[in-house]
C-alpha cells in the first residue's frame, strides 16, 4: 500500500497534569500498540492543555491530515473537562445533554444522583456516536473520523477495546529484527544508508540500547511485503557479515 492512500491515525492527549509531569501518560503506548497490530500507520501525536483554542486547533488540523483521530482526556466531570465542548466547537456543532448517555449514566448512578457535575459527562456533541464504557458507564463517543476517549488508562483501553473491531486497516506490518551486537552505529551507518535507498517499501532504523551485558545495537526492517522484507534483511545480515570478519 502507497503512503498515499495509507490507512493513518494520530492521537491526541489532553490535559494540564500531562504537561506538568504530575500524571505519566500510559495512553499513547497502549494506542500504538493496537494501531501497529491491526495495521494503522501512527503518524503523529500531540499534547495540548485544558484550553479550548489549543484543543479545536489541533483536532482541526490533525482530523484533516490522518484517516483516524484518537484523543484521550478531557470527558469527566470537572469545570476543566472542556474536551467535548471543544470537539463541538471544532466541528461546528451544537451539545447537550444526550439521552442515550444519560441512559447509560443511570446504569452506575440513582437518578437523584445525576447532578449537573456527572451530567456534564453524559453532553455529547450533535451527531456523535458514542463509545461505550463498560467500567463506569460514562462514554467517549466518535464525530466524523475523531475519537474521543477517557483519559484514566484503564477506562481508555475499554473504550479502544469497543471500537477496535470498527477500524480500517492497512495489511500488517512484518517486523524482522537483527542482532548487530557491539558493532558501533558509525561503522555501518553508511552500508545501512544503502540499503535503505535501494529499498524503498520498507523502513530501516537502527537502534543502539544499554543492556546489563553492555552496549548493544539493533537493526530492525519494518514493510508490509513480506518478499520486500526478506531482501533487505538479507543485505542487511550480509552487511553485518563482513564487518565481523
Excluded: C, W
Amino acid at each position: 500500500m502507497s503512503q498515499d492512500n495509507a490507512i493513518t491515525a494520530a492521537i491526541l492527549v489532553i490535559g494540564d497534569e500531562i504537561l506538568s509531569g504530575r500524571t505519566k501518560d500510559k495512553n499513547i503506548g497502549a494506542i500504538a500498540d493496537v494501531l501497529t497490530e491491526i495495521g494503522v500507520d501512527l503518524r503523529e501525536v500531540r499534547i495540548v492543555p485544558d484550553v479550548k483554542e489549543e484543543i479545536v486547533a489541533a483536532v482541526n488540523a490533525l482530523r484533516a491530515r490522518y484517516t483516524y483521530v484518537f484523543t484521550s482526556g478531557g470527558i469527566g466531570p470537572t469545570h476543566d473537562d472542556i474536551t467535548a465542548d471543544s470537539i463541538a466547537e471544532a466541528f461546528g456543532v451544537g451539545i447537550d445533554v444526550d439521552p442515550r448517555a444519560r441512559a447509560m449514566l443511570l446504569e452506575r448512578h440513582r437518578p437523584e444522583d445525576l447532578n449537573e457535575a456527572r451530567l456534564r459527562m453524559a453532553r455529547i456533541p450533535d451527531g456523535a456516536d458514542l463509545i461505550a464504557n463498560p467500567i463506569s458507564k460514562a462514554p467517549g463517543f466518535r464525530l466524523g473520523n475523531v475519537y474521543v476517549m477517557a483519559g484514566v488508562p484503564q477506562i481508555m483501553q475499554a473504550m479502544l477495546d469497543e471500537i477496535r473491531p470498527t477500524l480500517t486497516a492497512n495489511a500488517p506490518v512484518i517486523s524482522e529484527t537483527i542482532e548487530a551486537g557491539t558493532i558501533p552505529e558509525g561503522n555501518f551507518a553508511g552500508g545501512l544508508a544503502a540499503i535503505a535507498a535501494a529499498h524503498g517499501a520498507v523502513s530501516i532504523g537502527s537502534y543502539p540500547s544499554m543492556t546489563p551485558e553492555g552496549f548493544r545495537n539493533r537493526i530492525v526492517v519494518r514493510g508490509r511485503d513480506g518478499a520486500a522484507v526478506a531482501a533487505a534483511r538479507a543485505e542487511v545480515d550480509a552487511l553485518l557479515a563482513t564487518l565481523r570478519s
